[in-house]
């Protein structure tokens, strides 16, 4: 199974359109549809562009249509503040009349002031799990089979992971490592959009897992927090649950650690599950 890495990081960079407008090409998915974190990370990477010198510091995106991945995308970027601290910005991404996503993105300077007091700082731990090296291989997203073509999961083979363990019982808890199939250029910027574009992608499975499969879903909304720079050369361990489910929505949550046990971000998203459609095992 050869990685896509290459092609995602080929639509992680845009054409302009405008001042703050930017086109992105989209990979090959079921249904044509988009994928949420594809087009997620995308949106704040374009963000990022009229935010320069600034680091990620969190990103709110609602998904309002699948799009056709078929087309490209426009984003459209919306300064809404620019602060001593931070910047916040708005991303409008569309295909024609649609709009498909809208995205708040947060990023901050680092501060060369003195400050009056310590920082503050404090982490939960990272849990006691097996070293990557110790654990089986596994497809990089268990939606995948023998019956699905490689070119449809193009936007989901451009990583790898290891599973330390998995529960279907609610919350459904799993712990996973993951890395990139390749090597990832030193860009803060692109680091983050990657680690939040993972971080929506198997955030999924925990929902699946209590489902008893994989079922017809969409991703409502996702929401990351970075708290600290990745090093996408060594292995992340991400842990994932899905607390909370009712009627039709699921919750899902998780927290990713490098390897040294540095907390690098904290994730939420939410998933529909339309009614009287059964999951495939």
């Known amino acids: 199974m050869s990685s896509s890495l ?10 302009r359109a405008g001042e703050m407008s930017f086109v992105g090409k989209q990979l090959p998915a079921p249904a044509n549809h ?3 974190g594809h087009i997620s990370a995308q949106a704040l990477l374009a963000a990022s562009l009229t935010a320069p010198d600034r680091a990620p510091h969190s ?17 459209d970027v919306a300064q809404l503040q620019e602060g001593r601290t931070f910047s916040a910005r708005r991303v409008t991404a569309r295909q024609g009349e649609e709009i498909l996503l809208e995205a708040m993105s947060s990023f901050k300077s680092a501060s060369h002031e003195t400050m009056p007091t310590p920082p503050v700082d404090y982490q939960p731990a990272i849990p006691e799990v097996p070293q990557p090296e ?24 451009w990583f790898e992971r290891r599973i330390v363990d ?3 019982e609610p919350p459904a808890r799993s712990r996973i490592w993951w890395r990139p199939d390749g090597a990832v ?3 803060p910027v692109l680091t983050a ?18 489902r008893g499969g994989v079922s017809v879903s969409a991703q409502r909304d996702h929401s990351v927090w970075f708290h600290a720079p990745a090093d996408l050369t060594d292995w992340l361990l991400y842990e994932q649950s899905s607390p909370s489910s009712t009627d039709t929505l699921a919750l899902a949550s998780g927290t990713m650690f490098n390897r040294a046990g540095r907390l690098v971000c904290t994730v939420r998203q939410e998933m529909y599950f339309p009614p009287g459609r059964p999951p495939r095992h």
């Open 6 to 15: 290459a092609d995602v990081l080929a639509t992680l960079k845009f054409e």
């Open 193 to 210: 959009a990657l680690v939040a574009y993972l971080s929506a992608v198997t955030l999924t499975e925990p929902a699946y897992a209590v």
């Open 59 to 75: 990103v709110h995106t609602y998904f309002l249509r699948p799009g056709d991945s078929r087309l490209p995308v426009i984003f």
């Open 185 to 187: 250029p030193d860009d």
């Open 34 to 36: 988009i994928l949420g």
């Open 166 to 168: 998995a529960d279907t």
């Open 134 to 157: 110790s654990l089986p291989w596994v497809a990089p997203h268990f939606a995948e089979s023998e019956e699905t073509t490689q070119g449809q999961w193009a936007s989901l083979r």
